[in-house]
């Protein structure tokens, strides 16, 4: 499912082969074994769906957004709420156990000690768009 077929090949891999002079079984091995399957947790729903989903093969991550999490409980940009900061807490513990990491979106670059604190283990501390790049 999250994985490239060799049936059911899609054309632009096929020219990343061709461009880069590798057999497409080679395009295929690395593309499976190098790919980082993230999903992101963006809602309430999704969040009380946890469980169904991290049966799903192949996920790598579950990426909590904190952002649109605030928005779908009713407290848009309020990241910091009571009800945003219980469900960021309670990830990572629905997640032990299951080979699934849990990620998140920091947003104060002082917070990273207190996501790895409550298990979080893939950071993202940073977006190109507020570079200026």
Sequence with gaps: MC???PLRARRETWSIAYVASCSWGNVIR???QETVL???IESQQAYDNIDS???IPGIDVLLVGPLDLSASVGKITETGCKEVQEIMRDVPSRLEGSGIASGTTLMDL???Q???DWGYRF???GN???YGT
């Design 3 to 5: 994985t490239i077929r």
């Design 30 to 32: 690395t593309a499976n």
């Design 110 to 112: 002082s917070d990273i």
């Design 53 to 55: 989903i991290k049966r």
């Design 123 to 125: 950071l993202n501390v």
């Design 114 to 116: 207190e996501k790895i």
């Design 38 to 40: 993230v999903l992101q």
């Design 128 to 130: 190109v768009l507020n």
